[in-house]
């Protein structure tokens, strides 16, 4: 038995022109018609990553022989060819955020002939329907963000932060703030401060979309996200953010 699940995309690729070190850097993102999808084969206890952009794709399926040591129970990380293709995705049953409806993926390609690299999130899980979402009232969601993102001087990164989200389904609209943002550095092992930001937007069913920036007005750029679980008790989305020279994309996930 196979269940396929819609997902949230954004990715972002790069040249690889050293140690941790990235030139041209380009990004984009997909809403759940862009027709990414990550598929679970219940038999198998296998997932099957499908993602297409304008100018990047990718397709792997990863199955538990593919398990890497470095799993926790956090993350599931798969690896294939040698670690160039790889898979980090949060366990359903994470106790830290405990969630029941909705996840994410990390994927990663590594092309050796020209040294160009892929890297996206993938948001996917049981979509609340829109007749379930609420018209009146609000909803506050607590959760967490993770991402990539390239500095001015090419430097590449892993960010993370924390997240609460707002949800007034009256007025129809959604308030991210996202805080405690750190950039950890895997070549030097360092973590230090990045920049915290905001998304907002407004609800249309399912889903929400809307502007994100951070605070410093350094960047700016969009984001996508929707609804999980029966009523919608969890939320999941992707965003991605320009400006200075800067890049960064990732995904973000809560519960009520």
């Given at each position: 038995?196979?269940?396929?699940?819609?997902?949230?995309?954004?990715?972002?690729?790069?040249?690889?022109?050293?140690?941790?070190?990235?030139?041209?850097?380009?990004?984009?993102?997909?809403?759940?018609?862009?027709?990414?999808?990550?598929?679970?084969?219940?038999?198998?206890?296998s997932f099957a990553?499908?993602?297409?952009?304008?100018?990047?794709?990718?397709?792997?399926?990863?199955?538990?022989?593919?398990?890497?040591?470095?799993?926790?129970?956090?993350?599931?990380?798969?690896?294939?060819?040698?670690?160039?293709?790889v898979f980090i995705?949060?366990?359903?049953?994470?106790?830290?955020?405990?969630?029941?409806?909705?996840?994410?993926?990390?994927?990663?390609?590594?092309?050796?002939?020209?040294?160009?690299?892929?890297?996206?999130?993938?948001?996917?899980?049981?979509?609340?329907?829109?007749?379930?979402?609420?018209?009146?009232?609000?909803?506050?969601?607590?959760?967490?963000?993770?991402?990539?993102?390239?500095?001015?001087?090419?430097?590449?990164?892993?960010?993370?932060?924390?997240?609460?989200?707002?949800?007034?389904?009256?007025?129809?609209?959604?308030?991210?703030?996202?805080?405690?943002?750190?950039?950890?550095?895997?070549?030097?092992?360092?973590?230090?401060?990045?920049?915290?930001?905001?998304?907002?937007?407004?609800?249309?069913?399912?889903?929400?979309?809307?502007?994100?920036?951070?605070?410093?007005?350094?960047?700016?750029?969009?984001?996508?996200?929707?609804?999980?679980?029966?009523?919608?008790?969890?939320?999941?989305?992707?965003?991605?953010?320009?400006?200075?020279?800067?890049?960064?994309?990732?995904?973000?996930?809560?519960?009520?």
């Amino acid at each position: 038995m196979n269940e396929t699940f819609a997902a949230l995309s954004v990715e972002m690729h790069f040249n690889v022109t050293g140690a941790n070190k990235a030139t041209g850097t380009s990004s984009s993102i997909e809403n759940f018609s862009g027709g990414n999808t990550v598929t679970y084969n219940v038999a198998a206890d296998s997932f099957a990553v499908a993602v297409s952009h304008p100018s990047l794709s990718f397709s792997e399926t990863f199955a538990p022989a593919n398990i890497a040591p470095s799993s926790n129970t956090t993350l599931t990380v798969y690896e294939k060819n040698a670690g160039d293709r790889v898979f980090i995705m949060l366990n359903p049953d994470d106790p830290e955020l405990d969630l029941s409806y909705v996840t994410f993926g990390n994927w990663t390609n590594v092309n050796r002939p020209d040294s160009s690299l892929g890297s996206g999130f993938v948001v996917f899980g049981v979509r609340t329907p829109a007749s379930a979402v609420p018209g009146t009232g609000s909803a506050t969601y607590g959760g967490e963000t993770i991402g990539t993102m390239t500095d001015s001087g090419g430097t590449i990164y892993t960010i993370s932060g924390f997240g609460t989200l707002t949800a007034n389904f009256g007025a129809g609209t959604v308030n991210g703030d996202f805080t405690k943002t750190a950039k950890f550095n895997v070549l030097t092992t360092s973590t230090t401060p990045w920049r915290d930001f905001t998304t907002t937007g407004t609800i249309s069913g399912n889903t929400f979309s809307g502007n994100a920036a951070t605070k410093d007005g350094r960047l700016s750029g969009t984001h996508q996200g929707g609804f999980f679980g029966p009523a919608a008790d969890e939320i999941g989305g992707v965003y991605r953010l320009t400006g200075g020279g800067e890049q960064a994309t990732g995904s973000f996930v809560g519960k009520k």
